[in-house]
């Protein structure tokens, strides 16, 4: 140990290594290959790039809003009137409402912006207030809320997989239990039988106390015009009448 020590680190060190009966020797690098292998990593080639947004879908737009008659005809009186439109702006042949980028309601890039923003996935398929609230961010047309609404609800994709967005129906409310017969009762039809004597329905009521049943025929549209009239008629004779609840 005839080096100077000089470093606090160094210090460190060889209080540490004073502890141990050891001895330095020098390998070179070829006899040594698995610390040459560690410290003599070849050179790596780097790529530095640089990427950076373009807005292609301004000069779409600027196209199809040059083929549009109700565009020209709002800038040109912008242009023409600026006291009388205060909310508009013109920058770069580009009419503005307040800070919105206009557009006629028969734009043809308006599809384009609703799929943008909705099915995208810079959209992600966000309800309807979301999507007309990044729209609305950004753009304005006449009927914005409109179309929105009607284009999230076409949506496929949000039609396959989200779930209806209700408010919970509650539990089911069950029915009284009866007290006596005939108090509640419940009915139904066996249409599109055989014809016999001309009827082809039967009708069916049931005792909800004694699981009693009654049985009629009816004709044909008996169950589609009055399915409730036979009920008290004479075909069924029945001497009851419910008092509580009649379930069809």
């Known amino acids: 140990m005839t080096q100077i020590i000089q470093t606090p680190k160094q210090q460190t060190y060889l209080a540490k290594l004073l502890d141990y009966d050891y001895t330095i020797e020098y390998r070179s ?9 560690l410290s003599r990593v070849p050179p790596q080639g780097q790529c530095l790039t640089l990427s950076f947004p373009t807005f292609e879908f301004l000069g779409t737009l600027y196209a199809s809003l040059l083929q549009s008659p109700g565009f020209l005809d709002m800038r040109n009186k912008v242009r023409t009137s600026p006291n009388d439109y205060p909310d508009y702006t013109i920058h770069r042949d580009l009419l503005f409402y307040h800070n919105k980028l206009w557009l006629p309601s028969d734009c043809s890039f308006i599809p384009s912006l609703l799929e943008e923003f ?15 609230r990044h729209l609305h961010a950004n753009f304005y047309w006449e009927g914005m809320h409109r179309d929105t609404h009607r284009f999230v609800s076409q949506c496929t994709t949000c039609q396959k997989t989200k779930y209806e967005t209700k408010r919970a129906v509650g539990l089911l409310q069950p029915l009284s239990i009866p007290s006596g017969i005939w108090e509640d009762i419940s009915m139904d039809f066996i249409i599109d039988l055989p014809p016999s004597h001309n ?3 039967i009708l069916v009521v049931v005792d909800h106390f004694s699981k009693g049943a009654h049985f009629g025929t009816l004709p044909p549209p008996a169950h589609r015009v009055q399915g ?3 009920l008290y008629g004479h075909r069924l004779q029945a001497p009851w009448v419910p008092s509580k609840h009649c379930i069809g």
Request: glycine share 16%.
């Open 29 to 37: 690098g070829s006899g040594n290959a698995a610390a040459d292998a």
């Open 118 to 132: 909705h099915s995208t996935l810079l959209g992600g398929h966000t309800g309807i207030a979301k999507t007309f």
């Open 199 to 201: 009827y082809t329905t």
């Open 228 to 230: 409730h009239t036979p």
